[in-house]
């Protein structure tokens, strides 16, 4: 059985929890939250419209958050947490779920990632370099 969460933003306390240099903070702050609702596949809200997180941003510029978030989830899979994969495809779902871990679907929810110096930011390199991390929904 498949399950989606259609729309899950990033969790503070996920956040704050691999910034602590807690291991596998997504397999002991997220996924119990997800398991239990029988959730396997999310997209995963990394960046957009909404505020930075306030706590732990070094910046208020979103494009920034958005690429330590995505930092943030591969530095958790380079610590070895195998509860999740970052699915680029839709094969990459079904073998995530077929091995019982939670597939997910980064997303940004609107254009706010791109604000800023012209200069700096809205070049499709940008776009380009986060689909490359693994962002598949804008």
Known sequence: TIVVDAHQEILNDYVHSVLMGVPHSFEKVYAPILRKGGINVVNLVIGGDHTAQPIDSASDFHFWDT????????????SGDESFVICKTAKDID??????????????????????????????SSLRNLYRLGLRSA
């Open 67 to 78: 690429n330590k978030f995505i930092d943030i989830l591969l530095c958790d899979l380079e």
């Open 95 to 124: 073998d995530a779920i077929s091995v019982g871990k939670i597939a997910l679907i980064l997303s940004i929810a609107g254009g706010r990632v791109f604000e800023g110096e012209k200069k700096n930011v809205f070049l499709l």
